[in-house]
């Protein structure tokens, strides 16, 4: 969550402990759920447009939906993960914190204070987990997924051929236009008699200054 810790006075300075905080506000909670599994669904399509680009570039596989539907129930399956090890974390740091109350070194070192705090992102990370979990059983949803991320899939396979299609035509352009190809053996013959011209006249230079001695 981005609920930050208070800039109230530290335990040095003032010689009393911190007050706890009050719980985090419930549309605070529901807001951070919002947040997250709004970035976790489009890691899911991201990561199954990257699992298609795979399939069909280098497994030469045609696009099956059951098939992508089946891939993104895993994406989102290890997304649940994910965040459920982020809750586990959570409730780890919760008992270790609760006999603590001393104050923070750092951003991360946590005290009693934070219990508070470190509930409501336990219960974001489940929530946004659970919800995972449901998004792969609805129908409609993984549809509608698997089409965004074919969609993107498509467009960046679309977009680099095109930008190497592009890059031969410049070198073939390059290697085969008919007025190079045409002209190249004038060129040629010219540079050649012009070659032999001065070599010519380079000799006959020569042999006049050895006749004038």
């Given at each position: 969550?981005?609920?930050?810790?208070g800039?109230?006075p530290?335990?040095?300075?003032?010689?009393?402990?911190i007050a706890?905080?009050?719980?985090?506000?419930?549309?605070?909670i529901?807001?951070?759920i919002?947040?997250g599994?709004l970035i976790?669904?489009?890691?899911?399509?991201?990561?199954?447009?990257?699992?298609l680009?795979?399939?069909?570039l280098?497994d030469?596989?045609?696009?099956?939906?059951?098939?992508?539907?089946r891939a993104?129930s895993?994406?989102?399956?290890?997304?649940?993960?994910?965040?459920?090890?982020?809750?586990?974390?959570?409730?780890e740091l919760?008992?270790?914190?609760?006999?603590?109350?001393?104050?923070?070194?750092?951003?991360?070192?946590?005290?009693?204070r934070?219990?508070?705090?470190?509930?409501?992102?336990?219960?974001v990370?489940?929530?946004?987990?659970?919800?995972l979990?449901?998004d792969?059983?609805?129908?409609?949803i993984?549809?509608e997924?698997?089409e965004?991320?074919?969609?993107?899939?498509?467009?960046e396979?679309?977009r680099?051929?095109?930008?190497?299609?592009d890059?031969?035509?410049?070198?073939?352009?390059?290697?085969r236009?008919d007025?190079?190809?045409r002209?190249?053996?004038?060129?040629?013959?010219?540079?050649?008699?012009?070659?032999?011209?001065?070599l010519?006249?380079?000799?006959?230079?020569?042999?006049?200054?050895?006749?004038?001695r």
């Amino acid at each position: 969550m981005a609920r930050k810790r208070g800039g109230g006075p530290r335990w040095i300075a003032t010689g009393k402990p911190i007050a706890t905080p009050p719980p985090v506000p419930r549309e605070e909670i529901d807001a951070a759920i919002a947040d997250g599994l709004l970035i976790a669904r489009f890691s899911a399509v991201l990561a199954l447009k990257n699992r298609l680009i795979v399939s069909a570039l280098r497994d030469d596989l045609p696009f099956d939906r059951d098939e992508a539907a089946r891939a993104y129930s895993e994406v989102a399956g290890e997304l649940a993960e994910e965040q459920e090890r982020n809750a586990e974390h959570a409730s780890e740091l919760i008992q270790q914190v609760m006999s603590d109350p001393g104050v923070a070194r750092h951003e991360h070192d946590y005290k009693s204070r934070d219990v508070e705090l470190l509930v409501a992102r336990r219960a974001v990370y489940s929530e946004v987990a659970r919800r995972l979990r449901s998004d792969a059983l609805e129908p409609e949803i993984v549809a509608e997924v698997v089409e965004e991320a074919r969609t993107r899939a498509w467009d960046e396979i679309s977009r680099e051929l095109t930008a190497r299609l592009d890059d031969t035509r410049r070198v073939e352009g390059l290697a085969r236009d008919d007025d190079y190809a045409r002209d190249r053996v004038e060129r040629m013959r010219l540079l050649q008699e012009l070659d032999l011209h001065d070599l010519a006249e380079g000799r006959r230079r020569q042999a006049r200054r050895r006749s004038s001695r």
